[in-house]
């Protein structure tokens, strides 16, 4: 699994992500599944909503093997 990198390195693409942020963090949970969003210019979690705020980034890791 690769390292947590600054959300400035992160993809604006349609690459789908793990975000992280200090909100995250302090409320117990710290990854959500992201896609970039270009018309609204931010993450997009499954839900729909926006994430805004986030610190770090890392790519999903390779699906599991048989």
Request: proline fraction near 15%; include cysteine.
């Amino acid at each position: 699994m690769s390292e947590w990198q600054p959300i400035e390195s992160a993809p604006r693409d349609k690459s789908v992500l793990f975000l992280c942020s200090r909100y995250m963090i302090s409320n117990g949970y710290c990854i959500v599944q992201v896609v970039w969003h270009p018309g609204y210019e931010c993450y997009i979690a499954p839900n729909g909503l926006p994430v805004n705020n986030a610190t770090h980034w890392m790519p999903l890791p390779p699906p599991p093997t048989a």
